[in-house]
Nanobody, 125 residues
Framework: QVQLVESGGGLVQAGGSLRLSCAVSGRTFSPYAMGWFRQAPGKEREFVSFITWSGGTTYYADSVKGRFTISRDNAKNTVYLQTNSLKPEDTAVYYC??????????????????WGKGTLVTVSS
């Protein structure tokens, strides 16, 4: 069974930073890509960023480009999202996701089959 567990969310003032982590476990699970999505109150879930597990190719939503950085530690089966210069509009539940399939890269932005339960990030003005 595949498990994704996020951590690192919290309350931060605008301009601050948080580092989100997502540990993935599963005896035979080997992700091809892992990503972060978020859902703000009253809004649909949206893509934030993803990274390919082997080559480290990264994609970012325009709204976070230059402020967020995704990385992974293959040995620890963990993906990170460093969030800097946070804005109140970044307030959302952040979800980690994983996909073991090889797909056209842009398709990972539409979603992945495995999800964590989310971690709340609240940015105060």
């Amino acid at each position: 069974q595949v498990q994704l567990v996020e951590s690192g969310g919290g309350l931060v003032q605008a301009g601050g930073s948080l580092r989100l982590s997502c540990a993935v476990s599963g005896r035979t699970f080997s992700p091809y890509a892992m990503g972060w999505f978020r859902q703000a109150p009253g809004k649909e879930r949206e893509f934030v960023s993803f990274i390919t597990w082997s080559g480290g190719t990264t994609y970012y939503a325009d709204s976070v480009k230059g402020r967020f950085t995704i990385s992974r530690d293959n040995a620890k089966n963990t993906v990170y999202l460093q969030t800097n210069s946070l804005k109140p509009e970044d307030t959302a539940v952040y979800y980690c996701a994983a996909d073991p399939r090889t797909r056209p890269l842009v398709s990972y932005m539409s979603g992945m089959p495995y999800w964590g339960k989310g971690t709340l990030v609240t940015v105060s003005s």
